[in-house]
């Protein structure tokens, strides 16, 4: 019925005055019948339409793809086209003879070609006066200025403003420079980055909503958009550019064929006399632009001349290895090379490569939110070792750290919270201690003779250890857990700790004073709370003898007590199933037990005193306890239990307390002899009293 509707509905020819007249003649269910009809009808063209969304949808994405990979194939064609354009020129300006054909107006204008090289010379040192970090870079001869000016650069994804830049284009580079809008004096702009000609591709932009008079500099791997204040001044940037690109391409070409020519005409001067021999060696010594060929012979060699390409290559395929191997090849060959004019322009092509290099491998280690930060410290050794065999290994050493720091804290993060929190605390401790292990061994395998970076490693562990307690503080003591459980916690700290010994670095003690405070707070906390449960305790005690109603259950509390380590417990049962000690002796044993085994788990050299003063004084409020019970009329009639329970604290609980403190201190406890004697005389007391 709904799809008859939809035909009806859907005809060109449809009427909607004469068909609602014609239903409203109908019958009420007629009409809640059409009702439901239209209403399936609207929700089947509703799950229709979202459909056809999600397809529509779908295929932007795939042409968005498609436009991304057309882009790159533009730029790939945009530099074949340019290399083909500057070959074409050259080979027209050369003769059949190899030498540069001059045309009258050419050789007309050479004078005055020259004296324009000059004054851009001069302007270009005027204006370099003005950037900031840009030394050296007038050093390189036959450099100068072509053309520069105010551009505003953009995002290149999201096409908003990022900063304000002046743009320096020298015959073979592009200089990017940012503005210092504060800077009082001469200077007014900071070297941002140099770009060789050679290396990038001009793109224009066409103008949109968002976007005006705006041109693209690809350069790998940077992409870089900037804008223009007019479209004349966009379309002079954009022909100027390429013509630069062109006359630069061109005089490369030169350089080549000179250098080719050269060799050849070498070889034929032996077969002529030797006075003719003389005068033409004499001449070539004596021609300015022999002398410049002979300098450029050593830079025209096939490899060399090919090297920038290579290594533009190998980072791009990342291929730091190779790249490195070849930064080290070329610099052996032009440190044996004289410091002629070209050989220094060279290297500054060879430097620029090093530095994008270096760029590279140090984003390789930084941390960034669209970057992955899950591995090991193996995961950076292969960028550490081309930047230590760059000469960066200080660079290095700290961004490997920073990385290593990420991946630890984002690791913590990431660790599933447990109800229980031991588990959490174990798992946590296994975690930052392992992977700070680890890191100390890579670090040893990445930086061995670089003993000056080691000093930086403890100082990151510091930092690192420093951040695991705060973080284990929030899970223990922020979370007021009972004694047992932080001793666990901290005894299992400690120990993940003690391993780092196998690499060398010791963090107990470092760990142990970040825990100080709050362990003392809590060793405080836990004492006064062990006096008020004794004082609670006494209030209720009447002294008498616990009742085990049968043989098991005695049997079993003799099990219990032989566990804390009380080995003599028969001898304070009678009866089958009495025992001499009443409920606060025996509930006091087992929490005093507890605490001393807690306490000597969170025990250091620096706790001693404190220790000490917790497992006295709670002792000697129970001694106190039973003394007042003893010379009470009250307690008259259990003057033989309390004798018992004073015979069982000084000849088994006492001695268990003395074994367990001499076992992990070194200092003896002296206040455990005098209560030793305390509690003698109680017994005495109440032996004479009987």
């Not at 990979?69 to 059949?96: A, F, P, R």
């Not at 009258?104 to 006066?129: H, W």
């Not at 450029?296 to 290559?313: A, F, G, N, T």
Request: hydrophobic share 40%; glycine share 4%.
């Amino acid at each position: 019925m709904a799809e008859g509707l939809a035909r009806l509905l859907s005809k060109q020819d449809f009427n909607p005055d004469a068909f609602v007249s014609k239903q409203a003649h109908g019958a009420l269910d007629g009409l809640e019948e059409l009702h439901q009809q239209v209403s399936q009808l609207q929700e089947d063209t509703a799950v229709a339409l979202k459909k056809n969304v999600y397809k529509n949808y779908y295929q932007f994405i795939e042409t968005a793809k498609e436009i991304s990979i057309l882009e790159g194939e533009m730029y790939q064609l945009s530099h074949l086209l340019t290399d083909q354009k500057s070959i074409m020129t050259s080979m027209m300006e050369l003769s059949v003879t190899g030498h540069k054909v001059d045309s009258p107006d050419e050789m007309d204008s050479a004078v005055g070609n020259a004296d324009d090289g000059i004054d851009s010379q001069k302007n270009l040192a005027f204006l370099l006066e003005k950037v900031e970090g840009c030394v050296g870079i007038t050093d390189v001869p036959g450099r100068y200025l072509v053309h520069s000016g105010d551009l505003v650069e953009l995002d290149a994804e999201s096409c908003g403003h990022i900063q304000r830049v002046h743009l320096f284009l020298l015959n073979d580079n592009l200089l990017i420079a940012s503005l210092l809008p504060y800077r009082k004096g001469p200077v007014k702009y900071k070297f941002q980055k140099l770009y060789e000609l050679d290396s990038l591709a001009v793109v224009n932009v066409r103008d949109n909503v968002n976007i005006k008079n705006a041109f693209k500099i690809l350069m790998f791997p940077d992409t870089r958009m900037f804008a223009a204040e007019s479209p004349k001044a966009k379309r002079q940037w954009l022909d100027i550019l390429e013509e630069t690109k062109r006359k630069k391409s061109a005089m490369e070409s030169q350089r080549k064929e000179a250098a080719h020519h050269v060799p050849n005409q070498d070889q034929k001067l032996p077969s002529k006399s030797s006075k003719a021999a003389a005068s033409s060696a004499a001449a070539v010594d004596v021609n300015p632009s022999a002398n410049l060929v002979a300098e450029s012979e050593l830079i025209h060699v096939e490899w060399v001349q090919e090297l920038p390409e290579d290594l533009d290559v190998c980072i791009a395929q990342r291929d730091f290895e190779g790249a490195v191997d070849l930064i080290q090849k070329i610099t052996d060959y032009l440190d044996n090379c004289p410091k002629h004019s070209s050989v220094r322009e060279y290297r500054s092509r060879i430097e620029l490569r090093v530095k994008q290099l270096t760029e590279v491998l140090m984003h390789e280690l930084q941390v960034s939110p669209e970057r992955s930060i899950r591995g090991g410290p193996r995961s950076a050794r292969r960028a550490v070792a081309q930047l230590i065999r760059l000469g960066k290994s200080v660079q290095a050493c700290e961004l490997f750290l920073k990385n290593r720091s990420a991946i630890c804290r984002y690791s913590l993060r990431q660790l599933k919270t447990e109800s229980n929190t031991v588990l959490y605390v174990h798992s946590m401790c296994h975690m930052f201690f392992s992977s700070l292990s680890d890191t100390g061994r890579e670090f040893m395998k990445a930086f061995p003779q670089h003993y000056g970076c080691f000093s930086a490693f403890i100082l990151w562990a510091k930092q690192e250890v420093q951040h695991f307690v705060s973080v284990f503080a929030s899970q223990v003591f922020v979370s007021k857990a009972n004694v047992s459980t932080v001793a666990e916690c901290v005894a299992k700290a400690r120990s993940c700790c003690s391993q780092l010994s196998e690499i060398g670095l010791e963090m107990n003690f470092i760990l142990d004073r970040l825990f100080a405070n709050d362990l003392e707070k809590l060793i405080q906390q836990t004492g006064d709370n062990q006096m008020d449960a004794i004082r609670h305790r006494a209030a209720e005690d009447h002294w008498r003898p616990v009742n085990y109603q049968n043989e098991d259950s005695i049997r079993k509390f003799e099990a219990d007590m032989k566990a804390l380590g009380i080995d003599n417990i028969k001898d304070f049962t009678y009866d089958e199933c009495f025992t001499y000690l009443t409920a606060n002796t025996i509930q006091f044993t087992r929490s005093y037990i507890s605490f001393c085994d807690d306490l000597l788990k969170l025990y250091i050299p620096d706790f001693q005193p404190l220790v000490a003063s917790a497992f006295s004084d709670i002792f000697t409020a129970q001694i106190q306890n039973l003394k007042k019970s003893a010379e009470s009329d009250q307690f008259r009639n259990e003057l033989n239990v309390i004798g018992q329970n004073a015979r069982f604290l000084r000849m088994s609980l006492l001695p268990l307390l003395r074994k367990k403190y001499d076992k992990v201190t070194i200092v003896a406890l002296a206040k455990l002899d005098v209560l030793e004697k305390t509690l003698k005389q109680v017994e005495d007391k109440i032996s004479s009293s009987r």
